[in-house]
């Protein structure tokens, strides 16, 4: 039986885990930069981290027979998984790390509009406020406006990634709104190697067919792909080891440090730097996301 973390401990665990989420995300742009495809960092990402789920389970003696039912659940929700993985990395590719991460960061708002339009219950209204909040925290992050307020000029800049990002944060939100209501009494271990399994198989037949693999041209790119599987299968299989071991669901809104930790990273690393009043945005993103669920 697992033992209980403190809240210390388990802020302190779920804080080094955004950080090496955010960590996966500038690896994958140093891959991408350097010749690295899309198609080919989601297959690789998915494929060595299912198998390393899969050894993790057997090793643990996990139960992992489903019903067919619940089995076709699981395959839809990880073809869910397979389209937001590929859109939050074509968003990487394109925009800085951390403006594609705050908008994808909207996916706890679409859920609960999700949620809500699909019978759920109504939202609370601290959390209809935050809503109208974190877009203009958006908008200031992104800079929407661009220099002179030449709007046409900055969204030919980064509209295709932000549209990738706020792909990313539909499916999402989907994928935790069809989690919860198809897989909810599904150990949270095997679930997510049948995600990431059937991740990696959509990925690898689909991008097979389309040709789109294309390995790193340089030993930076390999290094950034080697780092991006590492990063991410070790976040991934801390954070199932490690929220079940916190009395609050509410605890993993300290996730939401992800796109903060990626502004200091990102900018040691890839020099991307965004202005004080970007800043500023992406502090009124994340505090309007966070508070809310820290008053439940």
């Not at 659940?73 to 937001?84: H, N, T």
């Not at 900018?267 to 965004?274: E, F, K, R, T, Y």
């Amino acid at each position: 039986m697992s033992t209980a973390l403190s809240p210390r401990a388990g802020v302190l665990a779920l804080l080094v885990i955004a950080v090496v989420f955010g960590s996966n995300h500038v690896a994958a742009r140093i891959a991408f930069d350097h010749g690295t495809s899309v198609a080919t960092a989601v297959a690789m990402r998915s494929g060595v981290t299912a198998l390393c789920l899969l050894a993790l389970l057997r090793l643990l003696s996990v139960p992992m027979a489903l019903p067919r039912a619940t089995r076709g659940r699981a395959a839809v929700i990880g073809a869910l998984v397979a389209l937001q993985s590929f859109c939050i990395y074509s968003a990487v590719a394109r925009i800085p790390v951390a403006l594609a991460l705050l908008a994808f960061n909207t996916f706890p708002m679409l859920l609960v509009l999700m949620s809500w339009v699909s019978g759920g219950e109504r939202p609370a209204r601290r959390a209809l406020i935050a809503m109208p909040v974190a877009l203009i925290g958006l908008a200031l992050a992104l800079d929407v406006s661009g220099k002179a307020g030449d709007v046409a000029g900055r969204w030919t800049e980064i509209g295709a990634g932000v549209g990738w990002a706020l792909g990313a944060a539909v499916s999402f939100a989907l994928v935790l709104l069809l989690t919860a209501r198809w897989l909810k009494d599904v150990d949270g271990r095997v679930r997510t190697f049948f995600t990431m399994g059937v991740t990696a198989f959509l990925v690898l037949v689909v991008g097979a067919a389309t040709d789109a693999f294309a390995l790193p041209r340089s030993a930076p790119g390999w290094l950034g792909l080697t780092l991006l599987t590492l990063f991410y299968g070790s976040a991934i299989t801390a954070l199932f080891v490690v929220l079940p071991r916190l009395g609050a669901a509410s605890y993993a809104v300290v996730l939401n440090f992800e796109p903060i930790a990626v502004l200091f990273i990102a900018w040691g690393i890839l020099g991307q730097s965004v202005a004080p009043l970007q800043l500023l945005g992406a502090l009124i993103v994340i505090g309007a996301i966070t508070v809310p669920a820290l008053k439940r």
